[in-house]
Structures are given as structure tokens and as C-alpha cells.
């Protein structure tokens, strides 16, 4: 509950733009994830940097939790009002501050998604990597440190936020980070803000690392005999220094729900999607050496998408892989899986977990980053049936354990949220957990930032 | 000083590697900076994660400050003693502890030097490229978010640190990271202690990341009219995203040092060193480019290396531009700059800056790994003559903040030790500062670990 008192305060500050009403609240207490929602208390639509700090103090004064909103795509519980509060929606915020072209820099607010900051670069030779599955913003692709399929060439959100403006737990506006590439002026506050989803404070204005447009583009389809060849094409490409831009695994029950979502035609058998940015003659240099590591792990129907349509095509039906795998059993939800490993031990983690869960019985399929190591398993849900979710937790649990077992993390890319909270423990080790606490508690001192996500403090 | 408890407990542990010789002291108590030495009051050589953890847990105890020492090159002030205490030495940390080919990682103890780590790797067609001119230690420069001429292309420390396993200011042994190329599995520790400079914890274990070493190398001296043609030249370079592996400035000055010292006939102009890495055809491919826009800001006398003898001789002569520098003027010490500016700003700065020391009078060379946007300037310094350090000082604040005005960093890799703790506000802001204090508060509650550098607390 808010106090009233925090509510006027509030409504004052914020006018309409101040909502109390059930269905807002519902669909701002949710996310992606099959978790029932538990809404906010109100949800504020902030406009700017001062009125998000002027919402944090209010918060701070009358102790309101406040859970940052950007787009609400995340998956792992991340948006839910565990403790009620305030949700700061951000998605207003939507100014384009300043494209540096030659810098190679772009200054965005939060609430900029990535498509939006791609089309505002359409003309400029420039373009941003990181493409999560969804059209998510700014603030929230840095909160959960992002990647998506380019992360393999462009690094992640850890590599590619420059500088930020933060609201700090107080309500106090700091600017962490600059222009510059490099620097070891102190504390890496940039780096200690991207990935805390939100429990550190709320990140306003985003600087951002922008890629020249590559002169030259080429994309290409392989299908093999079994995962462990496709995997150890992906393994053999990254050892060999290949500056792959997107290589991309998916199952035959993945390739099955894109054909049948996006209306393609690929053959059903692991299948690796590749992409190679350069000049012609280096893209062609690079398809040509990949080519040949994947003809001796048998690799075979070797297709080329050169023209722009096609790969637009492609690579818009990866997008929607994961809407297409609930298609696969309409009404399903489903529980995410997202672990990352070493790439030596990938087609091992890849083949035991498909093993796992042929023998589950569960309808799943199997999406990966491989070049990064990362893969995802859809697991279908029943949300009618209890057990069902129990089911796939189970796997999930299992899929992790075998991670951490080859040094791997237990999310590669979609953070903690609630859902990968009980993984903390085996994978950071309680010692280095109460380094997080203590750098929480330094932040946050009285918990109100999406208070109970990444590590409770009790 | 250190209660004679605490000595007795220490001297148990570790018996004759335990030192208050006045010369181990003296020699620990400074770096290459000119700042004269402050000693520590006695000198621990520690041989495992676990000795270290027990020789923190004794300074704990008996509120001893513990400052680490990698391999002594560092250049702000970062080793003095300031508050006395114990300087706890890693050099002979030396175990290589694991090379992962197959992943292209390896872990090391914090004592390992690059040189070391790279001999290690000879026969593994991988290398670790972040080369300080320094042979420093692994821990050395993971502390201070160390780079140098490769991070154009590479990454600077904060890209190439994978995991690492840390003494907390309490003793504890924690491990951050994993070995999975990315995570968003909780905040980010492995960055927090990156660039940390031994205040928040000992590391003692890196894991870093290597690269292919490249199929093709090829290198080449270019010389310009001006600074400005030269620094354009790499602006040009860098928007149209060509991979270059290396690009080094050296202005007149710095040409005239290095070849007294390397016995080089550089023409003495404004020059630009570059290496290309690929395979044969990319190499040529981004030479030919490079040497195409170098020749439209009037570049001549664009000379290849091809020879793995040439290229060496040039680098090592590159690196070894620091002792040039000093050799102009035997007897001499240096104020060392190292700013870092958006590229954009890159030959403004350098221009202004030439122009700055010009009508200062200091002799000085100007050295860059421009790619990034960060040059340095070695200011030579009579230490017989205060005066002429005050000058140097001058100058360096006018840099700083002609740098700051730019959207840059008062150090992109050095690190702020003592000598640019005075630029923090100016480039962070108190309340940013604030959040740094935060921090070191709550990862060393008692101000122990080496006390007195990046941040003050009181
Ligand atoms: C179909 C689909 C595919 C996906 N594919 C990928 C993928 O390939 N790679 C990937 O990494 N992710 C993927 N995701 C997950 C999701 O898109 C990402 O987690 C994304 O970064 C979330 O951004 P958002 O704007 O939707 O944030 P939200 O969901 O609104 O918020 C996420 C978290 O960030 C916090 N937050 C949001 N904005 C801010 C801010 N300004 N300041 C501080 N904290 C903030 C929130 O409190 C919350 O904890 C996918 C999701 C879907 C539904
Ligand atoms: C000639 C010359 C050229 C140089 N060129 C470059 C360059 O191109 N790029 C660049 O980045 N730097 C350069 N430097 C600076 C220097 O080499 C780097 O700062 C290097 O990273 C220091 O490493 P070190 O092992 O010598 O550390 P030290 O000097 O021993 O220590 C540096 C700091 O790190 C801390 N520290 C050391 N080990 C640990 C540990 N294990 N755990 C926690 N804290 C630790 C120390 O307390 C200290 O604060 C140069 C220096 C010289 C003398």
C-alpha cells in the first residue's frame, strides 16, 4: 500500500499521468514470464530526468518500493510487485538526445527501444547491435545487461553502454561514465548499474557504442545430422578467430514451429542460421572458411540468402521463434532456460540437455547464441495444470545444474529477475552473495528499489 | 607502523618472506611516477590465495593497511605507502593455472606478467594482447584497467577480464564470474574490481580472455605534415570501421627520443605507427584502405614492415618510448598525462595540447594509442628543481580539463592512484563520488585496503 500522503504528492507532481486504475496496474505487475501478476500500487509515467529523481525522493520520504518499467519484455519475473509500490514506466521517455556519428556514440532516454534507435540511425552509416528478441528500451536492455544475437561479434550491453545517467536511491541524478572509449577514472559505477534490473536505481539517459553499417552482408542456412555437429561447427568457427557476426542453433522443434509461424520452408534437422558482416571480399572470405568447417561435421543444404529480403525474412522469423514455439500448443506459457557456457563444453551441455528433456515428455524447443555459448529451452506449459510447470522447472533446474557444473552462469542474457534467484547461491558461492548484499545495501540502504530481486537482504 | 603483535603473528606465517629491510621497503613504498617514495613498514611475499586470505585476516585484526603489489610499474602514486602499514607483494604468484585453448581462456595467478602469460602461449596459436609498455603483472594491470597499443582493436582490461578470484577486505576468499563468455547472472563484481587499484581487495586469480593469433600480420610508418593530418587520419580510420590492430602516434619529439634510443631513422615528423591482423587478403584489404585515407591528409613516406624482424624492432622501440623520453634529458623523471577524449575531439586536443607545451617550455614527447582517443605526454621533470615539477603539474591540469570540456576521462588506463584523485570531482561530480565512497565503504568497512588512493572517506 501507498500512503496517502505519498498518493497526493504523487497525483501532484504527475497529474494524469499518475495511474491507480486495475488494468494499468496489472499489466505493469507482469511480464513475459508464466508468473501470475502482482501488480503495483500505482504506476507513474514519468517524463523526464528530474520528475523520475522528484518520484524517488517522494518514494524515499514515504519508504514506496519503486520497480523501474521499460517495455516489459523481460522473463524472469523481473517487473512484479513483489512488495506493492510504485511502477516507474519509463516508456515516455523517448527522446533521441544526441547521435554522435563520428564518435560512434549515440545518447538516448531510457524508453528508447532498439528499434526506434535503429530507425532514428537509418541514414547515418551507423547502427546498434544488441537485439533481444523483443523490441525492448533502452533502460531495460541495460537493467538485465542484454545481448541477443549479434553479441557474438558487438559484445552485450556490458560492453556497449558508454556512460549513464542514473537516479540514485535518494533521488539524487549522477552521470557515470564518458564519452570517451576507455577510461580507469575509479569505480566503474557504468558497469555496477548495467544488469541491477533496476535494484541499484533507475537509469534515465543511456550512452550508447554505434558499429558502422557493414559495407558488405551475407547470410546463409546449414542443416546437420545431429546437434553435436552443428555445435561443433559453431565451437570450430569461434576457435578459428572468425569474426562470425550471427550464428544462431535451433532445433528440429524449433525449426518446426518457425516454418509453421513464419511460413518458411527449412528442412527439419538442426539447423544453424549464420550471418557475416565485412567487406565483399571478406564476408565471402569468411562464408567460404565456414562453409568448409561445417561440410566436415557434414553439414549440408548450405543455402545463401544474399538478397536483403531474404535475410530480412530469416532473421525476422529468429525474432519470433519464441512466439512461434507457444504456438506450437496454443494457450501455453512457457518457462525460459538461458544458460551460457564455455564453448568447449557446449555440444556436451546442448546434446545431455536435449536428452533430458526428450525424456521429460515436454514439448520444448531449443534456441541458441551459440557463439557466445548461450542457449535457450522453451519449455511448454500448461498454465491450467500446476504440475506441468513443476515439470519444467525441474528440467530447468537440471539444465543449470550441468551449467555450473562446466563453469558456466546460470543466465546469459535475461538476468535473475525471481526466477533465477535460488541458482545464486551454487554459482556465486555465499561469500561473493554478500558482496552483492553489501554493494545493495550501499546503494539502497532502505531496500526500495524492485526490493527482493536479485538477492534478498533478509 | 605495525603493532608488533600483528608482526609476530605475520612473521609466523611466513618466516623469512616476511621483510622490514629499509630497502625491500623503500623499493615497495614507490612506482615509476616522481613522486618520492613512502615506504610501507614491512613487505609480505605471498605465495597462494589461501596465504594471502590469512595475511589479510591478520591486518584486519589488527588494522594494518594492505597495499598489493604487483610488479611495481605503475605510474600515478598508486603503491605509496601513505598510511604505512603492509605492502603485500604477488610477484611470486607465478603459476599459470590453466590454459583452456578450446575456450581461448586462461587463468593465472595475479603474479604472472604478459610476457610470461604470452611465452606461456607461444605454441597455442592464441595470445593475450593487452601489452602495457610495462611488463606488468596480470593482478598489476587488472587493477588498474590497464590497456595499451592492441585495446583498439582487443579491448582494454575491463573487456578481457573473464572472472577472477579476490581476498576481500575481510579475509574471505570469493570467486566473481564464471567462464562463460557473458552473464547477467547478479551485479557485475568482476568489473567492480577491475580498475579497482587494490582499495576494495587482493585478486589473485585472473581469467582472462585470449585471440587467435592473427593468420596475417602486416605493419607500416607514416609520417604527416601535422598532428592534425595525422590524428585525422586515425579519426577517418576508426568511423569507417576498419579493424586495425594497432595505431600509435608519436609526435617530432617522441620520433627524435625513440630513435636515439632504438638506433631507428624514423623521419622526424608527426607519425602514425599501424599494425593490420587477418587473414592475408583482410590484411592487405585494410592496409590498402588505411594507406588510402592516410595519403588524403597527405601521408608519405607510408613504409611497410613486413618482416617479423622489422615489426618487432618497431614495437619494441615503441615500447620502450617511455625510457626514450626520459634519455632526452639524462637525470630527469616525468609527469606522465593520459587522457582520453571522444575521437571526434582527438586532433583538437592533441593540437591544443602540442600548442600548451610549446609555449611551456617543458620538453616533452607526445605518444598516443590514438584508435582509443587516449595520448599521453611525458613531461620531463628536473627532480633537483620544484619548480619545474610544478610546470609539469600545470600543464597536466590544463590537459585534464581541456579533456573534461571535451566529454573525456582525466585517465584512460593508468588509473587515478594519487596524482589524479584532484580531477574526480571535476570529471564524476560529488554525488557520483559519493557513490564511489558507498562502495568502498561497504567492500572495506575499515579503510584498509590500500586507504588513501581513488577515494578519500573522510
Ligand atoms: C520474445 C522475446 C525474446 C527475447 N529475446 C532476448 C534475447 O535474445 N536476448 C536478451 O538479452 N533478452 C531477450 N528477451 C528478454 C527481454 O527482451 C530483455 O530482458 C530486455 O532487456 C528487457 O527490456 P525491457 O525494456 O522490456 O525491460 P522491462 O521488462 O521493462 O524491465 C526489465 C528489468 O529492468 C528494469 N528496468 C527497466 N528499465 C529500467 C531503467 N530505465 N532503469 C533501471 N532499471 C530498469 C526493470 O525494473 C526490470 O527489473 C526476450 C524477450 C522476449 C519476450
Ligand atoms: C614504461 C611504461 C609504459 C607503460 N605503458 C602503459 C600502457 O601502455 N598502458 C597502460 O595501461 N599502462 C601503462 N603503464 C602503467 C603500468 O604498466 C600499468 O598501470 C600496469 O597495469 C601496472 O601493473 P603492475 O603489475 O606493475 O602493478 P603495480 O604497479 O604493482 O600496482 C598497480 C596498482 O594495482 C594494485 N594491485 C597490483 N596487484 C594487485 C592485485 N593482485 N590485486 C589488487 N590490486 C593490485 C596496486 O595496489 C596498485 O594500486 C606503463 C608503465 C611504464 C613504466
Given amino acids: 500500500m501507498i500512503p496517502a500522503a505519498a498518493l497526493a504528492e504523487l497525483s501532484s507532481l504527475l497529474g494524469d499521468r499518475l495511474s491507480t486504475t486495475r488494468s494499468v496496474c496489472d499489466q505493469h505487475g507482469r511480464d513475459e514470464s508464466p508468473y501470475p501478476a502482482m501488480p503495483p500500487d500505482a504506476v507513474a509515467f514519468a517524463d523526464s530526468t528530474d520528475e523520475v529523481a522528484r518520484i524517488v525522493q517522494v ?4 519508504r514506496v518500493p519503486v520497480i523501474p518499467y521499460g517495455a516489459g519484455s523481460s522473463i524472469e519475473g523481473h517487473l512484479l510487485a513483489i512488495r506493492g509500490g510504485l511502477s516507474l514506466d519509463l516508456s515516455r521517455m523517448t527522446r533521441i538526445i544526441a547521435i554522435d556519428a563520428d564518435d560512434l556514440t549515440a545518447t538516448v532516454e531510457a524508453g528508447v527501444t532498439r528499434e526506434a534507435l535503429n530507425d532514428a540511425l537509418r541514414h547515418s552509416g551507423l547502427f546498434f547491435p544488441i537485439d533481444p528478441g523483443a523490441n525492448a528500451s533502452l533502460g531495460g536492455m541495460s537493467a538485465t545487461r542484454a545481448s541477443g544475437t549479434n553479441a557474438v561479434r558487438y559484445g552485450t550491453m556490458r560492453e556497449n553502454v558508454l556512460a549513464l545517467t542514473v537516479v540514485t536511491a535518494a533521488g539524487k541524478v549522477i552521470h557515470t561514465g564518458t564519452r570517451a572509449r576507455k577510461s580507469s577514472a575509479g569505480y566503474d559505477l557504468t558497469r555496477a548499474f548495467v544488469g541491477s534490473e533496476g535494484t541499484l536505481g533507475v537509469m534515465t539517459e543511456i550512452t550508447v557504442r554505434l558499429h558502422p553499417q557493414p559495407m558488405a552482408v551475407s547470410a546463409a542456412v546449414a542443416t546437420f545430422d545431429s546437434v553435436a555437429d552443428a555445435v561443433n561447427t559453431v565451437i570450430r568457427t569461434i576457435q578459428y578467430g572468425i569474426p562470425v557476426a550471427r550464428v544462431e542453433f535451433m532445433d528440429i522443434q524449433a525449426v518446426r514451429a518457425v516454418n509453421a509461424y513464419s511460413k518458411l520452408s527449412l528442412r527439419e534437422a538442426p539447423t544453424l542460421l549464420f550471418e557475416f558482416h565485412g567487406s565483399e571480399a571478406g564476408v565471402a572470405e569468411q562464408a567460404e572458411t565456414v562453409q568448409a568447417i561445417a561440410h566436415e561435421f557434414g553439414g549440408t543444404d548450405f543455402e545463401w540468402a544474399s538478397r536483403q529480403e531474404d535475410r530480412s525474412r530469416l532473421w525476422a522469423a529468429r525474432h519470433k ?5 507457444l504456438q506450437l500448443q496454443p494457450g501455453s506459457t512457457c518457462v525460459t532456460t538461458d544458460v551460457c557456457v564455455p564453448i568447449s563444453r557446449l555440444a556436451e551441455c546442448v546434446t545431455a540437455t536435449c536428452a533430458d528433456i526428450d525424456a521429460s515428455g515436454i514439448l520444448a524447443t531449443v534456441l541458441g547464441h551459440v557463439g557466445d555459448g548461450n542457449f535457450h529451452v522453451l519449455l511448454l506449459v500448461d498454465p491450467a495444470d500446476p504440475q506441468s510447470r513443476e515439470r519444467a522447472e525441474a528440467v530447468n533446474a537440471r539444465i543449470v545444474r550441468r551449467a555450473l557444473d562446466m563453469d558456466g552462469t546460470c543466465t546469459g542474457e535475461h538476468g535473475v ?12 558461492g555465499e561469500d561473493a552473495l554478500d558482496m552483492m548484499r553489501a554493494l545493495k545495501r550501499a546503494f539502497d540502504p532502505l531496500n526500495l528499489m524492485n526490493p527482493g530481486k536479485i538477492v534478498t537482504l533478509d
Same sequence: chains 1, 2.
Fill in 59 to 62: 518514494c524515499a520520504r514515504h
Fill in 321 to 325: 521463434a519464441y512466439f512461434a514455439s
Fill in 417 to 428: 529477475g525471481l526466477h533465477k534467484m535460488d541458482f545464486m547461491r551454487a554459482e556465486h
